[in-house]
């Protein structure tokens, strides 16, 4: 007879198996992409006014004269050894941005993602449940109120009435200078710099300047996710196993919690795994609000520049924590789900 | 023997946007311990609305009036919280699509456990499982297969899975709701003889709904004959099969198919709507036998034997039948218009 033990490791192992191709398909489209899009990084690095012969030397310099297939095998082979190469256009090692501005990112998009999952859970169930009363209604205009709110807006507005008006909360940076200067890097995360070193006022700083951008970010996305999980709920508690486990006498808080809310949930991670790729998106612009020193800044500044280098690398890394996170929500959906592993 | 359900003019109703649908319409029936009866009819005629509305399981914005006593309490007017209480471990209730009605999140255990821990809080673990295993054991299905889930079943297992987890409270009133319509007739004969053997081991009474008169002839002690809304015949299984009086039944008995069947009798029409349901008797359209007061006045329950009712002017009472009512009537076009 099947064990759940077992099946689940297989299934982990067959998932992780799949992710070489993934990548290997990812790098290969990003390099591809990069080549046919418009622009050479040469001229646009010395400003668009060097005489062709300058440009030439140094696209020769810099490899870009040769064949393509030779570019991407030596692409490849850089990337294997864990070498991101350097900027064209200002000579920084793109691993280090990478390390440095998506450790930036990563701690945005992290609270960002709390407060999405939080409002959204809170609100999408609480809205389910109660359908059609007046929270249900409140819950719904809400929801399309702050996902139909641009981002920036949003951020905006926080940033005039919390920052601005009531002076509660800084408006832009990862932190104070005082405690950016006085910081130790482990993790390159603030956040957990912080904790390590047991600095306390750091920490309240750091925390202080993350709530704005934040939250701004994960209500936006809460505007997705409360849609989605109200209508799993409705959906969920017209279900045949909701009206069994009633004739059964099950009261209607077990019902509600253990059968309704728990189900309706299953396909809600699933588009949370999704929704990273989006929240890493719309951090492109709340940091650019927030003047937030991350990876998605970065990428624009390196876009406009048509930045080979800088760009594949950074998009390379946002594919990977997409794919990432499609691992962790398979992974989490087969646990919940036992259907999934088989 | 005494009746551990008795239903006293029930009716249940609902809204829907074309005006209230009176799914079923002041209905009477009585259910004694360790007896079986079969409530049979076509689709749609309230049969799965009546055996919910017992156990007060109806959708939102139903209503229901009348009288549904258990052990003489009136479960119409209890308090939900209460009604709620009694769901398991005194009326049970069993489903026709049993693919869905276990949560496919939960172990076989979790089910039982929820069950089990929800109408007896004072049951230690053990005895938890050793209630539902034995439970399930009678079902057919090994202690081996406690800890999986729902979709390692087939659909089979899944009904007796379901049966197990009504009778591991040992209700003493069990609605099977059509239990093997969605089943092939080898598992259906497994399920039958499972819900035979109930009044054997458990004395529990059990109402059975069913649109398969064969089903009825073999497991059921008596039948009701339900149509539009209405109880139109009610008797020990064997008179009713033996003698059917209400043409209805008659007809019903004759639309079945057997080894001797050469050709296949349907009745013409199909059941009414019930927001508009017809006047008089509402199976008038339909009946061979229409007579001139049958569209013109509603029947009155008579009993032709002490043991049986009916509800048709064919039996009475004369008095009531105006001069005249009871030469032929033609046969309304609308039914035979419907049918095309």
Known sequence: MNQTGPSLKRYAITRLALVVPMVFILLTLVFLLMRVAPGNPVSAALGGHAPPAVIKAISHQLGYDKPVYVQYAHYLGQIIRG??????????SVGS??????AATLELTFFALIVAIVVGVL?????GRFRDSPIDAGGRLFGIVVYATPVFFLGMLAQLVFGIWLNWLPTSDQASPITEALLQTHTNIFFIDAIIDGNWTALKDIVEHLILPATTLGIVYGGVFIRLIRINVIRTLKEDYIEAARARGINERSVVYRHAFRNALVPVITVVGLSIALLLGGA????????????????YVYLQNRDYAAVQGIVVVFALVVVAASIVIDFATAFIDPRVRY | MSAVLEVRNLRLWYGTARGSVRAVDGVSLEIAAGSVLGL?????????????????LLPEGARADGEVLYKGRNLVTMAPRELRRLRGPDLGLIFQEPMTRLNPLLRIEDHFRETLEQHESKLTDDAIRRRSLDTLGRMGIPPTRFRQYPHEFSGGMRQRIMIALALVLRPSLLVADEPTTSLDVIVEAQILRILADLKANFDTALLLITHNLGIVAEACDRVAVMYAGQIAEEGPARDVFAEPKHPYTRELLRSTISLETTELHSIPGAPPNLITPPTGCRFHPRCPDVMRVCPARDPIETRPEPDRRVLCWLYGPDGDIPPGGTEPAERERIALAEEA
């Open chain 1, 123 to 127: 609100v999408g169930l609480v809205s």
């Open chain 1, 83 to 92: 070498n991101f190469g350097t900027t064209i256009s200002d000579r920084r």
């Open chain 2, 40 to 56: 049979v009819g076509e689709s749609g005629c309230g049969k799965s609305t009546l055996g919910r509305g017992i156990l007060g």
């Open chain 1, 97 to 102: 941005i990478i390390l440095v501005n998506g």
């Open chain 1, 284 to 299: 492109i612009l709340t940091e650019t609000t927030f003047n937030w020193p991350g990876i998605g800044h970065e990428l």
